[in-house]
């Protein structure tokens, strides 16, 4: 949340969102995260979003591009 801050993603709440959301996945979201809030934990999460690395999109870009020489121990 402070990267968030910090880029100005919070700096203010000018937006409404609603929705309906199954209560067992907030329950375990907020366990995971220690968030009590639903409104800290909407922001929570769209903040998760907007900083991704976007590993998985990069991870995917490489493939085959490992030398194959290369000692993988296996």
Do not use: C, Y
């Amino acid at each position: 949340m402070r990267s968030a801050e910090k880029i100005g993603l919070l700096r203010e709440k000018d937006r409404r969102i609603t929705g309906r959301i199954s209560s067992e996945l907030i329950h375990e979201a907020k366990a995971r995260t220690g968030i009590d809030s639903d409104t800290d934990l909407i922001a929570f999460a769209l903040a998760n979003i907007a900083l991704e690395d976007n590993f998985g999109e990069v991870f995917r870009s490489l493939e085959g591009t490992v030398d194959p020489e290369l000692d993988l121990e296996f």
